[in-house]
């Protein structure tokens, strides 16, 4: 069987695909609202996208996440050609639990600017601040 065929065969089987009826008016989840579906050469299609059958999606999702590029990558290379109902929150569920991903976040702690904001002063040059640096180049001239 070719590949082609094994995934029109899935898809025919797929227990959640099956149960999708387009008639009555469902929500199955917040990327799943106003879903546009066609069948195109045995293919079901989202506009450009193949709904996948969830026999697949575990085997897509780890080869989009290898090399741990995070949430947002993995979304743009699975989205950009695949969909099924609530891909998004399975990829979140997915590198939100993926080991490599947390110890890597554990070891590269995020910066801690303030992002507090600055007093205001009651007066002009109440404080005078100076952030001082190495020593300027001399200038090649002098008043």
């Known amino acids: 069987m070719t590949a082609f065929n094994e995934l029109k065969s899935l898809l025919r089987n797929d227990l959640q695909l099956t149960i999708f009826d387009p008639d009555p008016p469902t929500i199955l989840s917040s990327d799943a609202y106003n879903i546009d579906l066609a069948v195109d050469k045995g293919?079901?299609?989202k506009?450009?996208?193949t709904v996948l059958p969830s026999k697949?999606?575990?085997?897509?999702m780890n080869k989009a996440h290898?090399?741990?590029?995070?949430?947002?990558?993995?979304?743009i290379k699975l989205c950009e050609m695949y969909w099924w109902p609530s891909i998004t929150m399975e990829i979140e569920e997915t590198i939100h639990h993926c080991q490599g991903c947390q110890d890597s976040a554990k070891s590269n702690p995020r910066s801690t600017i303030p992002t507090d904001p600055l007093p205001l002063l009651k007066?002009?040059?109440?404080?005078?601040?100076?952030n001082i640096t190495r020593p300027f180049a001399t200038a090649l001239y002098q008043n």
Do not use: F, N
Not at 56 to 60: E, K, P, V, W
Not at 66 to 75: D, S, T, Y
């Open 56 to 60: 697949l999606h575990r085997q897509l």
């Open 123 to 130: 007066a002009s040059w109440e404080k005078t601040v100076i």
């Open 43 to 45: 293919l079901l299609l």
């Open 47 to 49: 506009a450009d996208q």
């Open 66 to 75: 290898e090399g741990h590029p995070g949430i947002i990558i993995a979304k």
